[in-house]
C-alpha cells in the first residue's frame, strides 16, 4: 500500500515547454486533487477531482490542465510552461463524505 | 468563501518548552477545521481536525487544539515541545461541500532549539 505516489519528484524545464505530472493512490479515494506550494502562500488549490469523470477549477488554474485517467490516477499538464509556475506542486486524495486529504511526496518543478 | 490567517510565520522556542500556534479563520457557513504538518522535503500529514462536538481536539505526537467559535480560532497548542517537532505547520479550513475543498494558511515554521 504505497498510498498517494507522485512522478517526477524533480524537473526543471525551460520556458515554453510541456510536461504531465503523474498522480496515482491506492487508497480507493474518489476525491483527488493537485496544489502548488509557494513559499509565504501556503498550499493553494489548482484543479479537483471529485469522483471519476469530473474536474473542477480551483483557486490557481490557469496554464494548467488535468485529466482524471481513472480513479486511481489524476495527471497534471503544463501546456506551455512559465517561471511564475516554478513551485512544489502535491497531489492529495481523499474519500468522498470525508474530510482527510492524504498527500503525495511532491513534485519539485523549476522553469527556466 | 473562506479564508485562513496564521498569525506567526517562524515561532522559535526551545526543547521541553510549551508552543501555541495561531490560526484563524473567516466563513460564512460552518467548517470543519485542521492542521497538518509538513517534515522538510516531505509531504503533508494530518495532525488533527474539528468536524463536530467537543472544541478540544487531541491529535498525533502530543499536540492538541480548541475550537473557539465566537473568536473564529483554531490554535494549536504542545504543552512541551521535542526537537523532531521542528517542521512547517499550516492550518487548514473546508466547507461541508462533498469536495471538501480545503483552504490552507500560509504555514507557521516551529524551529525547536536544544
Known amino acids: 500500500n504505497a498510498g498517494v505516489t507522485q512522478t517526477p519528484k524533480f524537473q526543471v524545464l525551460k520556458t515554453g515547454q510541456s510536461m504531465t505530472l503523474q498522480c496515482a493512490q491506492d487508497?480507493?479515494?474518489?476525491?483527488m486533487y493537485w496544489y502548488r506550494q509557494d513559499p509565504g502562500m501556503g498550499l493553494r488549490l489548482i484543479y479537483y477531482?471529485?469522483?471519476?469523470?469530473?474536474?473542477d477549477k480551483g483557486e490557481v488554474p490557469n496554464g494548467y490542465n488535468v485529466s482524471r485517467l481513472n480513479k486511481r490516477e489524476f495527471s497534471l499538464r503544463l501546456e506551455s510552461a512559465a517561471p511564475s509556475q516554478t513551485s512544489v506542486y502535491f497531489c492529495?486524495?481523499?474519500?468522498?463524505?470525508?474530510?482527510?486529504?492524504?498527500f503525495g511526496p511532491g513534485t519539485r518543478l523549476t522553469v527556466l | 468563501a473562506q479564508s485562513v490567517t496564521q498569525l506567526d510565520s517562524q515561532v522559535p522556542v526551545f526543547e521541553e518548552a510549551p508552543v501555541e500556534l495561531r490560526c484563524n479563520y473567516s466563513?460564512?457557513?460552518?467548517?470543519?477545521l485542521f492542521w497538518y504538518v509538513q517534515y522538510p522535503n516531505q509531504g503533508l500529514q494530518l495532525l488533527l481536525k474539528?468536524?463536530?462536538?467537543?472544541?478540544l481536539v487531541k491529535g498525533i505526537n502530543g499536540f492538541e487544539a480548541e475550537f473557539n467559535k465566537s473568536q473564529t480560532s483554531f490554535h494549536l497548542r504542545k504543552p512541551s515541545v521535542h526537537i523532531s517537532d521542528t517542521a512547517e505547520y499550516f492550518c487548514?479550513?473546508?466547507?461541508?461541500?462533498?469536495?471538501?475543498?480545503?483552504?490552507f494558511g500560509s504555514g507557521t515554521q516551529l524551529t525547536v532549539l536544544p
Open positions: 477531482s471529485a469522483s471519476e469523470g469530473t474536474t
Open positions: 492529495a486524495g481523499g474519500l468522498a463524505g470525508r474530510d482527510t486529504q492524504y
Open positions: 487508497m480507493n479515494h474518489n476525491s
Open positions: 474539528y468536524l463536530s462536538g467537543s472544541t
Open positions: 487548514a479550513v473546508s466547507d461541508s461541500g462533498s469536495a471538501r475543498q480545503l483552504t
Open positions: 466563513s460564512s457557513v460552518s467548517v470543519y
